[in-house]
């Protein structure tokens, strides 16, 4: 629980750094070797990342912002942060803070189900058949990622909604 609850709330925080690309190495290893990974425990980054901006974007007046906004929430339902982290949230530090607590809470619940990632798959919306697997059923395992999803993804809408205000 404390893994996943450390990984994703650090996640994106190693996007930005650009270091995020060196911990796939350590999850091909792990699945390649049969094992699952716990990369897996970022699923909620992207998820996170993508509601917190559909918020700004709902509640937002600033025409220019909602359309750089809408783009960053198609591409962060496939995975791709990185328009959704440097044009939007990580200049409005809050709603950044935001995400990493909601996908912190997303990796701590997957930790706490030990729900881990046992295939390669894309990002986003994709990555979720990789964490089919191992002994557990099917059923159980896609009930505990959209659990996990359903808190982290909650918590960054609602506490987006309630502390994002458009700059004067």
């Known amino acids: 629980m404390l893994c996943g609850l450390l990984f994703g709330g650090l996640y994106q925080i ?20 049969g094992q699952p990974s716990f990369l897996g ?7 996170c ?12 007046k600033d025409t220019k912002l909602k359309s750089i906004a809408a783009p960053a929430i198609i591409s962060g339902i496939f ?6 982290i ?13 995400s990493c607590i909601g996908a912190a809470l997303t990796g701590a ?21 990789g964490f089919i ?6 059923t159980t395992i896609l009930m505990n990622v959209f659990i996990a999803l359903a808190i982290g993804m909650a918590f960054s809408f609602v506490a987006t909604w309630l502390v994002y205000k458009d700059e004067a």
């Open 49 to 60: 990342q993508t509601v917190v901006v559909l918020a700004i974007f709902l509640k937002t």
């Open 86 to 98: 440097y044009g939007i949230t990580l200049p409005r530090i809050k709603t950044f803070a935001i």
């Open 109 to 129: 619940y997957l930790g706490a189900t030990n729900t881990l990632l046992w295939g390669l798959t894309g990002l986003g919306i994709f990555t979720i058949p």
């Open 133 to 138: 697997g191992g002994d557990v059923a099917p």
């Open 41 to 47: 425990y970022m699923l909620g980054t992207t998820f």
């Open 14 to 33: 190693l996007v930005i750094f650009g270091i995020h690309g060196a911990l796939g190495a350590i999850c091909f290893i792990q699945i390649f070797a």
């Open 79 to 84: 995975g791709v942060t990185e328009p959704a």
